[in-house]
């Protein structure tokens, strides 16, 4: 098995994962990878929009977009230049609970995308022509999405799924009535308030020294203070479906319509987010995915594009199966996965797909190691959900441990068949109707 | 970067192999590419080459439908494959222990896919859907029509994915007679690069597809487009609610010197092209300034695509909302014509080489990338080509640059295209019922 080869030595491990905590609260990781030429910075800030109130919807986002538009120091095409003349790359993306940010560069030039990144965060100027012409980017974005059936039957999915008042109903990015009435004031207060260097997390990968990284984000960063930085409040309850509910959005001039069916799965720390992981792997990942792309695309010769996914993050997301079907073969391809979701909570696995899937997820980490990206990546999960240094080097056991019943409690915990948010988006008014 | 030379070797068979050592992760990509895309099909089978490769996922007799997908899941590998207007292409990326499996796999598919009728009905309609999904996007309606009206004789002309009419009709016999003809040695380039020994791996590749039947390489099917004598332009309406334009100009094949002007030419005009590492922004490029910056569009984006044949240059523009498409087309021209009255600075050169710098080591970093970029090379001029990529770059000069856009920027040279949304789709009309389905 491909991990027994990886020497504990060669794993990213407390051994070679340099990690420091800033007097204000940042904590930096730092992995050195002289294979390469180029350096990852990468990270998060504990902001979000779970802080926006919902007629607010895309505060958040905005803000994080609005902070590379300029600063007290650098206007936007300085900001801009100074990035794109190295051929380096700075993004700033909000989610719900985190705020994430990700750059590269070419290793010589990782001061610039660090000081880049600390003169935006602490002192972003909020140009107001800036503003409206990022508004309408985001509003002729969003436009394209109302077309999109993938977005829309995913948006329609999680309307249902989520109550009103819980930040997972609506999308980080604000809809075209809410993106309009958003202020600069706004912004600027949404940014003045919950912005700050406390939960924030810095990971630097790549072909640089542990010391001098750690001083260059050190530099960039170490004077940032937000004493008032809120915690964030506490997710509202959400009750799993009781029956099964099914919302069709129709977009005419469409040929293909897309389905999303599912509940709500763990929250990544829940004890048996591993389990209910694997479960899902069995569903709809492993080999041509797993046991609905099996039967939808193999089989039944249904769709293209069919899989499962689990989006577990700080708060019980998603566990959803999608897939792309013609809208002449909705209602069978559902009836198709809804058959394996019934299935995954009848019986456990058998011992072989159990092996499987155990033998997957621990055989990948060489090539989920192989970039800088894929490294950073790891590092900042790890901080962010408390995993340990030593993550890795424990991963094979956490895996190795779990049994067929441990996958079976996990999917009879959150899968109810018979309760089950159906969305889909496509041409013609309604599908047929089915069984 | 652990550099070691790329060692070629021809077997016996007519194949052609690439080995690159990198021992940076324990892992080897490798790949089998066929000299064989959507440029080489007729009207009447176009789509063929891209169902192909999905049947070559259906199982051999060694290696039944389903079988591999698990066992490369099992040793945490992936596998892929993918078909271009050039090329079509498979590959497996594995921890570097079970290099071997990938070695099997492709020698065994390249002469043992089944091509069960079964099979073949069955992935028709996967077909027809990944079409369907396609046609969901406006930008490929728009691309579609915009390549068509490019090239009325050459197989550019039409889409990897196929028309619809040859999707419903192309039968088993067909599929299985372009697998046939094509992929056999001399067709074939196949790399290997990552954590090996290349005197090792050489013996066991000619062990395993030394064997295979030789023959010639096969003729292929290609008509030369003409030249174009004036622009074209199309438009296409559907529903929706934003309008985009893209903009096609003939430029030469990648192993044409001016291919590399182009290069940085689009580097000026749009920024630079991602080399599969992910690319960066342009908020800096002329067109974004022009177009982004005035809040005519709100995303700009251009590509120069490395081909065997004469191809396009294509530049990608999104109307932003409450604006029109002509008067962004305006700006594009005004700003097209300060590139062909030689308007570009030694500074936007250089900054285009240091990008150019940047983005190939991005690209570069996995072995996956590497191998790819080896094999497509290889194709379409020389692995050398990708090799010597940053040197040719940086030997293009100003003059080059300028040549090249007067050149190739002509409006006589290129095709505009349209999409205009009607509109007359529903915003947020919603059906919902409740209970059994």
């Known amino acids: 098995m491909a991990i027994s080869d990886l020497t504990r030595q060669s794993l990213p491990g407390p051994h070679n994962i340099v990690r420091t905590v800033l007097d204000n609260g940042i904590t ?6 002289h294979a390469t030429q180029s350096v990852v910075l990468a990270g998060s800030l504990a902001t979000g929009s779970i802080f926006e109130p919902p007629e607010k919807n895309g505060l958040a986002s905005i803000t994080a977009a609005s902070l590379m538009r300029g600063s007290e120091t650098r206007t936007f095409d300085a900001i801009n230049s100074a990035l794109e003349d190295i051929g380096a790359d700075l993004d700033i993306d909000a989610g719900v609970h985190r705020t994430g940010f990700f750059g590269k560069a ?5 001061a610039t995308i660090a000081g880049i990144l600390g003169d935006v965060l602490q002192q972003p100027a ?6 409206e012409r990022l508004r309408g980017e985001i509003i002729t974005g969003l436009k394209i999405r ?3 059936t993938r977005y829309r039957a995913n948006r329609a999915f999680h309307e249902q799924l989520y109550p009103p008042n819980h930040p997972y109903h609506r999308s980080v990015r604000g809809t075209l009535d809410t993106v309009p009435q958003i202020t600069i004031d706004d912004i600027r207060d949404f940014h003045r308030r919950h912005f700050g260097p406390s939960g924030m997390i810095v990971a630097v990968v790549g072909a640089v020294r542990a010391d001098e990284a750690i001083d260059i984000v050190r530099h960039a960063l170490e004077r940032w203070r937000n004493p008032d930085q809120p915690e964030a409040p506490p997710l509202p309850h959400v009750a799993a479906p009781t029956q099964t509910q099914r919302r069709f959005v129709p977009l005419p001039g469409k040929t293909q319509a897309d389905l999303v069916v599912g509940t709500i799965g763990p929250a990544r720390k829940d004890a048996d987010y591993y389990a209910a992981m694997l479960a899902n792997s069995v569903l709809g990942q492993f080999g041509m995915m797993g046991r609905v792309g099996e039967k939808v695309r193999e089989e039944l010769g249904l769709a293209y594009d069919v899989g499962s996914s689990i989006n577990a993050g700080h708060g019980p997301g998603p566990w959803s199966v999608s897939a792309g079907v013609n809208p002449a073969n909705v209602d069978r391809a559902l009836e198709a996965i809804v058959a394996e979701l019934e299935r995954l909570v009848r019986e456990p696995v058998s011992a072989e797909d159990l092996e499987n899937v155990q033998s997957y997820y621990i055989g990948r980490l060489p090539l989920q190691l192989e970039s800088n990206e894929g490294i950073a990546n790891t ?11 030593d993550y890795l080097l424990r991963y094979r056991d956490t895996i190795m441990r779990l049994t067929r019943e441990d996958l079976l409690a996990a999917a009879q915990r959150y899968i109810k068949p018979d309760a089950l948010v159906v969305a ?12 | 970067m652990t550099d070691s030379p790329v060692i070629k070797h021809r077997l016996a068979n007519g194949l052609t192999v690439l080995l690159k050592e990198v021992h940076t992760a324990p892992v080897v990509s490798w790949w089998v590419l066929y000299r064989v895309g959507s440029r080489n099909e007729p009207t009447g089978k176009t789509g063929i080459s891209h169902w192909v490769e999905h049947m070559l996922f259906k199982g051999t007799e060694q290696f039944p439908a389903g079988t591999l997908d698990r066992m490369i899941d099992r040793i945490g590998g992936v596998w892929n494959a993918q078909t271009f207007i050039d090329y079509t292409a498979y590959y497996e990326t594995l921890p570097a222990e079970h290099i071997d499996l990938a070695l099997r796999i492709e020698a065994d598919r390249m002469v043992n896919a089944q091509f069960d009728p079964e099979d073949v009905e069955s992935e028709r309609t996967v077909i027809i859907s990944e079409r369907q999904g396609l046609e969901n996007s406006p930008t490929f309606w728009l691309s579609e029509e915009v390549t068509a009206a490019a090239f009325r004789v050459h197989g550019y002309h039409h889409e990897v994915i196929g028309d619809m009419a040859d999707l419903l ?3 088993r016999d067909d599929l299985y007679e372009h697998y046939r003809r094509h992929y056999v040695p001399s067709n074939a380039i196949a790399v290997a690069v990552g954590d090996f020994d290349h005197e090792e791996l050489l013996q066991r590749i000619t062990a395993l597809y030394g064997s295979l039947p030789g023959g010639p390489a096969p003729d292929l099917f290609v008509r030369p487009e003409p030249p174009q004598t004036g622009e074209r332009r199309v438009v296409v309406e559907r529903p929706g609610h934003t309008a985009f334009i893209e903009v096609a100009y003939h430029v030469p094949e990648a192993a044409h010197d001016d291919w590399f002007a182009l290069e940085v030419l689009n580097s000026i005009l749009c920024g630079p092209d991602g080399f599969g590492g992910g690319g960066i922004d342009n908020k800096t490029s002329r067109l974004y300034k022009a177009l982004v910056e005035t809040e005519l569009a709100t995303y700009v984006s251009g590509s120069m695509t490395p081909t065997i044949d004469p191809f396009l240059y294509s530049v990608n523009l999104t109307v932003r909302d409450g604006r029109h498409v002509e008067e962004v087309e305006a700006a594009y021209n005004a700003e097209i014509e300060r590139l062909r009255r030689g308007e570009i600075t030694e500074a936007e050169l250089q900054r285009a080489k240091k990008q150019a710098r940047a983005l190939f080591a991005y690209g570069t970093e996995r072995v996956t990338m590497q191998a790819f970029w080896l094999a497509f090379s290889e194709c379409f001029e020389s692995y050398e080509w990708f090799e010597n990529y940053l040197s040719r770059l940086q030997a293009i000069t100003l003059e080059d640059v300028q040549r090249a856009a007067s050149v190739y920027l002509r409006p006589q040279n290129r095709v505009v295209g349209w999409f205009i949304p009607t509109g007359d789709a529903p915003e947020n009309f919603e059906e919902d019922f409740d209970g059994d389905f």
Do not use: H, K
């Open chain 1, 28 to 33: 930096v990781l730092v992995y050195e990878n």
């Open chain 1, 106 to 110: 070419l290793a010589e030039d990782l």
């Open chain 1, 126 to 131: 909020f140009p107001a022509a800036q503003i």
């Open chain 1, 146 to 148: 109302q077309q999109d």
């Open chain 1, 379 to 389: 590092l900042v999960n790890i901080e962010t959900y408390g995993l340990g240094l």
């Open chain 1, 424 to 435: 889909v988006a496509g041409p013609e008014s309604r599908p047929q109707s089915a069984s």
């Open chain 2, 169 to 171: 009709t192309i039968t």
